[in-house]
């Protein structure tokens, strides 16, 4: 017998469709690894403030990801759907730096100055030998994406915002600005889209209705009422049959706002590159949500699937943790922990460190002190000395975790 949905056991190989099909030819060609010349260590990582540091860590960990980074180095490939004419260079983006080390501002055809452009001139900076110019181009970067979020949200620059809603609007801003052919949107959609497909029945006239969303993360909200304690669990009760409201288009309900419903949700295409958003602010008036969950450092969402011949396989490595410390987004303090070139590094406030995967994987992320003997030591362990701990050092919740799909 055919196994379903929840079956222990699962089939050896499966068709996949031809979206699942579309979507790794999309992402194929780059998927290989690194494409950068130079895979040094980085000896720095990127200076924060309190208002800035949400946006450094999102590109921080964007920055070590090979698919992301070969995907940004493409743009300045030419277009050759477009007339050439006597110029080779025509449907090229100029990518061209002033004396200040800015981008050229007028890239990609005299349009508005371009967010592909601008991260593709930090990717350059940050992974070249020396970085004279990463600052500038880092600051470029908040000056040309930045100010298209801030646009979308309404609100200051000063004001810290969620790195998941951060991260959904700078990916989609660097989507939309790509050059034709329409494979670069597409490529965009195979790397970051999380498409699920949410199953409603009307509990007055037992409409079924069905509506497709497309979004750049998982959301989950993590409750101290109600703990996971595993992000399998939580992402179990993230696709689990809720109770919800709706507007029914039937006959029947005709005229009413809202009908009580009972909503599944299953994924229908899955990305490569999957963003999981610990919401630890999720309840509206409640304090952060400080329950602790396990993290896999493989996670596995086949059977979160619409039926079993949608994907081959939806095995993912966990490549970046990003945590949080403090009470609020506005006064804490962030920790990136994620996958480079060669080895696993952490980042805090500009200050990178060797980390290890059993770190990554770890329920609560630490950022300590430095021995005399070179080892990094939390306040509860002997070596650490007698000055105060400084205002980054001890223990950082996880909150943005980015896999990366392993086939």
């Not at 005709?254 to 009908?259: I, K, P, Q, W």
Request: hydrophobic residues 30%; charged residues 20%.
């Amino acid at each position: 017998m055919a196994p379903t949905l929840r079956s222990a056991t699962r089939p050896q190989r499966a068709i996949g469709t031809r979206l699942y099909q579309a979507r790794m030819a999309a992402v194929r060609r780059i998927t290989k690894g690194w494409s950068i010349e130079s895979q040094r260590y980085p000896s720095q990582g990127l200076q924060t403030t309190a208002n800035d540091a949400y946006r450094r860590h999102a590109v921080f960990a964007l920055l070590h990801i090979p698919s992301f980074v070969n995907w940004i180095m493409t743009h300045d490939e030419p277009d050759y759907s477009q007339p050439m004419l006597n110029n080779p260079k025509i449907n090229i983006c100029p990518n061209s730096y002033a004396a200040t080390g800015f981008p050229n501002p007028a890239c990609c055809g005299g349009r508005d100055p371009c967010p592909i452009c601008a991260f593709k001139a930090v990717i350059d900076e940050y992974w070249a030998p020396a970085s004279p110019n990463l600052n500038n181009c880092i600051q470029h970067l908040d000056h040309v994406v930045f100010n298209h979020v801030v646009n979308a949200w309404g609100e200051s620059t000063t004001q810290p915002r969620p790195i998941g809603l951060y991260l959904s609007h700078m990916i989609e801003n660097l989507g939309d600005a790509g050059r034709p052919p329409i494979t670069w949107k597409e490529t965009e959609t195979a790397l970051f889209d999380v498409r699920s497909t949410r199953d409603s029945t009307c509990t007055r006239c037992s409409q079924n209705n069905t509506t497709t969303t497309s979004l750049y993360e998982i959301n989950l909200t993590v409750d101290d009422t109600r703990p996971a304690r595993t992000l399998k669990k939580a992402l179990e009760r993230y696709f689990q049959l809720r109770p919800s409201t709706h507007a029914c288009p039937s006959l029947h309900c005709a005229g009413r706002t809202t009908s009580p419903s009972t909503d599944t949700f299953e994924l229908s295409a899955a990305p490569y590159i999957l963003i999981i958003h610990l919401s630890r602010w999720g309840i509206p008036g409640q304090p952060k949500q400080t329950d602790q969950l396990t993290i896999p450092r493989h996670l596995d969402l086949w059977y979160d699937q619409i039926n079993e011949n949608l994907d081959l396989d939806l095995d993912y490595r966990l490549h970046t943790v990003i945590s949080h410390r403090g009470a609020d987004l506005r006064n804490g303090r962030f920790l990136t922990v994620t996958r480079g070139p060669r080895t696993c590094i952490k980042m805090h406030n500009g200050v990178v460190r060797k980390a290890t995967q059993e770190q990554m994987s770890h329920h609560t992320q630490t950022w300590g002190r430095i021995s005399a003997r070179g080892r990094e030591v939390l306040p509860t362990e002997p070596g650490y000395g007698a000055r105060p701990p400084s205002p980054g050092e001890g223990n950082y919740l996880p909150y943005i975790l980015i896999y990366v799909k392993e086939r």
